[in-house]
């Protein structure tokens, strides 16, 4: 599996941006997407995931300012932050869990998209 993400930038504090990852290869197996994100000197930490069955997961400091979604396709995973705030500034990756009976996981990931949010 493969993983383009874009639609990172530079924002002002209160503003949005809207984040694309898309997946190509052997999607057929993907189970879970999602988003995670590091900030400079911290570790990687979990934004927001999806499962084939729609099924949402967000960071509890997130607080209703993102949302996570994927196309009919589920070939291309989106994240809507609004809101935004200076804290939210990092390298953010895109992710995929392929799944194939009866427990062969493996993690895929994306190279990330800078997100800058100015004071």
């Known amino acids: 599996v493969q993983l383009q993400a874009s639609g990172g930038g530079l924002v002002q504090a209160g503003g949005f941006l809207r984040l694309s990852c898309t997946a190509s290869?052997?999607?057929?197996?993907?189970?879970?997407m999602g988003w995670s994100r590091q900030a400079p000197g911290k570790q990687r930490e979990l934004v927001a995931t999806?499962?084939?069955?729609?099924?949402?997961n967000y960071a509890d400091y997130l607080k209703g300012r993102f949302t996570i979604s994927r196309d009919n396709a589920k070939t291309t995973l989106y994240l809507q932050m609004n809101s935004l705030k200076p804290e939210d500034t990092g390298v953010y990756y895109c992710?995929?869990?392929?799944?194939?009976?009866?427990?062969?996981?493996?993690?895929?990931w994306g190279q990330g998209t800078q997100v800058t949010v100015s004071s």
């Open positions: 992710n995929a869990v392929s799944f194939r009976p009866p427990a062969d996981f493996v993690n895929f």
């Open positions: 290869g052997s999607i057929s197996n993907i189970w879970r």
């Open positions: 999806i499962t084939t069955g729609n099924d949402t």
